[in-house]
């Protein structure tokens, strides 16, 4: 069994993937990146674990309650453990006004349930 930690950027966080325009509206942004560890080497590979790595200010992120070090156990009524990366991907991708749901569980065990709502890219100065 191939076990490999990658870095990987979900669309609607902070980086890249978010320059296009939906056809239902503006991409939206949540101002958050994670990392996961997945298994198998592949472009779509088998999640096992995602953390929230970084929480960008003044984003989304922020009222919501989302901690750097969170890690997510469902998107959108996903499972983590066990889904492609690609479907997860998908789940996350909103566009402006629309919510994301997430169960995280903090550093001290507790599990939460945090509503998201995708705001516009800030224009970068």
């Known amino acids: 069994m191939n076990r490999r930690k ?29 990392s996961g560890e997945a298994q198998g080497f592949s472009f779509n590979p088998t999640l096992r674990s995602v953390k929230i790595d970084k929480v960008l200010p003044a984003s989304p992120a922020v009222p919501a309650g989302l901690a750097s070090g969170d890690l997510v156990l469902e998107v959108h009524g996903i499972i983590v453990a066990g889904a492609k990366a690609d479907a997860l991907k998908a789940a996350m991708q909103k566009a402006v006004g629309e919510s994301l749901r997430l169960k995280v569980k903090r550093g001290s065990g507790e599990v939460q349930e945090l509503l998201l709502v995708a705001a516009p890219k800030p224009s970068e100065q």
């Open 6 to 34: 990658a870095l990987f950027v979900v669309a609607g966080f902070a980086v890249s993937c978010l320059d296009p325009v939906w056809a239902a509206g503006e991409k939206g942004w949540f101002g958050f990146a994670v």
